[in-house]
């Protein structure tokens, strides 16, 4: 069974520039949540989709918007880009129907390499 | 603000040692979390814990969780290389949002 699959890998942008991140769910799946990882802070929640529609959202600014698509793919989009994006966005998919999340297994994918110049 | 505090941030140690690395908040945590993250991959779930108390063990890796469920430890018995990474715990403190600590880095030596 392939498990979580995030593209691109890699990417380096330039301040203003929007990018956008694409995360593939194991099959069967229809949860996804997006994060973003920066060293010294963890992982800090976006968002997550649930059947195509936001479930819940984290305490980020506008700039960060996602999208999940009727086959459980989900996208994210970063608009307006600042230094500070530079992190590593992971994606994560669930099995079960909404809960509690901290009773919830989450699988990760590989991540993506963000860079903003 | 970090919720949860993890410590030590970095911890090398000899293949054999033992070791405890620790997750503390002031907040009441309803179910707590491990993980572990290797580098070029993503975290992956290593235990979940949910009663106050609780102690669970998976092979060489014992977890416990604190009686108030405000903190949670993790004890590695003989360490081995294999152990390398990223420990992360997140706690839920409500139905849909974890609260990750920023991790310890372990590097086992052989």
């Known amino acids: 069974k392939a498990g979580v699959t995030q593209t691109p890998r890699y990417l380096i942008k330039t301040r203003g520039q929007q990018v956008t991140l694409s995360c593939s769910p194991i099959?069967?799946?229809?949860?996804v949540s997006w994060y973003q990882q920066t060293p010294g802070q963890g992982l800090q929640f976006l968002f997550e989709y649930f059947s195509e529609t936001q479930r819940n959202k984290g305490n980020f600014p506008g700039r960060f918007s996602g999208r999940q698509f009727s086959n459980s793919r989900s996208e994210m989009n970063v608009s307006t880009l600042e230094l500070g994006d530079s992190a590593l966005y992971l994606c994560a998919s669930s099995l079960s129907p909404p809960g509690p999340v901290g009773l919830v297994e989450q699988y990760f994918g590989p991540g993506t390499r963000l860079t903003v110049t | 603000t970090q919720l949860l505090e993890q410590s030590p941030q970095f911890l090398s140690i000899q293949e054999g040692e033992n070791l405890t690395v620790y997750c503390n908040s002031s907040?009441?945590?309803?179910?707590l979390q491990w993980y572990r993250q290797e580098p070029g991959e993503g975290p992956v779930l290593l235990v979940t814990?949910?009663?106050g108390g609780e102690v669970k063990k998976l092979k060489r890796l014992t977890f416990q969780f604190g009686d108030a469920r405000k903190d949670s430890s993790l004890h590695i018995t003989a360490a081995q290389p294999g152990d390398t990474g990223l420990y992360l715990c997140a706690g839920a403190r409500s139905n849909y949002q974890l609260i990750w600590g920023a991790g310890t880095k372990l590097i086992i030596k052989p």
């Open positions: 907040s009441v945590f309803s179910s």
């Open positions: 099959s069967g799946h229809r949860s």
């Open positions: 814990v949910v009663t």
